[in-house]
């Protein structure tokens, strides 16, 4: 049997052997077989919105579901949106969604000092869920990236959504969008 056949049939016997139970949020799961075994890949199940698409390749590079506009690119979209899954268990160190969020603060301060975050209203989700938000931007006349950022907590994961942009302007023309992904996101079975 060749290889890449193997690893086919090895990653069909891993979905297998997974336990079926729910872990809850609507998660996207893949596993890829490499050298060093499965690369797991985990994150909210998102509707796109009209005029966006899901970027395959950014999503697995950030490990993100990454959504970028209509005949964009990742690199050059003046903003992008994305959903992560942070598996509770693999990070048994965030006892907390407020821990989470501290730790996240903490470490933008930390890469980019004079950081501006700010916290805002939150969102509700499909289920009508508040999600805690904050705005993450460079000081004023200061290059750098303009972000809206919505923190969730279901079963066993964390979510983040984020909405990133490279302009203030270019953040305030998608948030229509961004609040509109929020909106449609429901639990699974919800």
Known sequence: ????????????????????????????????????????????????????????????????????????????APAVMYGKALYKPRIPETRSLDQ?????????????????ILPLPALKNGDGRSLRCFSYSPQRDSKGSWEWTAYSEEGDFYLIFVLSANSEVALKTALPTFRRLIATYKEKGN
């Open 1 to 76: 049997m060749k290889p890449r056949h193997a690893a086919a049939l090895a990653l069909v016997g891993w979905y297998l052997i997974v336990p079926s139970r729910p872990l809850s949020a609507e998660i996207y799961k893949l596993a890829i077989p490499g050298d060093q075994g499965f690369k797991l890949y985990w994150w909210p199940q998102l509707q796109v919105p009209d005029g966006w698409v899901h970027d395959e390749g950014a999503s697995r590079s950030t490990a993100s579901n990454m959504l970028v506009p209509k005949d964009q690119s990742f690199a050059r």
């Open 100 to 116: 989470l969020i501290s730790d996240d603060e903490r470490k933008f301060q930390n890469d980019l000092p004079g950081i501006v």
